[in-house]
Nanobody, 124 residues
Framework: QVQLVESGGGLVQAGGSLRLSCAAS????????MGWFRQAPGKERDYVAS????????YYADSVKGRFTISRDNAKNTVYLQMNSLKPEDTAVYYC?????????????????WGQGTQVTVSS
């Protein structure tokens, strides 16, 4: 069992930055690949980024490539999402999730555990 708690969301102006954190409970955190997803009102939950269990491989949605960076610290049981050059269209609730394995990490059904989400609002 893995419990995930996101933090770091808030209100920021366009062009600004935020760093999201996702703290995980349980001693098996380092065996899970981790992902970030986001969901805007009235829309589906979309893939943002993912990282392998070791941190050696990272993947991004085209919409955030070059602006967002995913990283993890297995000693702290935490995964991060550094978000730079934020745009109003980045406004959403951001969720972190844990998946066992490394394939198809862009798909929500792959993930076994989800956090409760943190709101990110980007004003124009």
């Amino acid at each position: 069992q893995v419990q995930l708690v996101e933090s770091g969301g808030g209100l920021v102006q366009a062009g600004g930055s935020l760093r999201l954190s996702c703290a995980a409970s349980g001693r098996t955190f380092s065996t899970y690949a981790m992902g970030w997803f986001r969901q805007a009102p009235g829309k589906e939950r979309d893939y943002v980024a993912s990282i392998s269990w070791s941190g050696g491989n990272t993947y991004y949605a085209d919409s955030v490539k070059g602006r967002f960076t995913i990283s993890r610290d297995n000693a702290k049981n935490t995964v991060y999402l550094q978000m730079n050059s934020l745009k109003p269209e980045d406004t959403a609730v951001y969720y972190c999730a844990a998946a066992y394995g490394s394939s198809r990490l862009y798909q929500t059904p792959r993930y076994d555990y989800w956090g409760q989400g943190t709101q990110v609002t980007v004003s124009s």
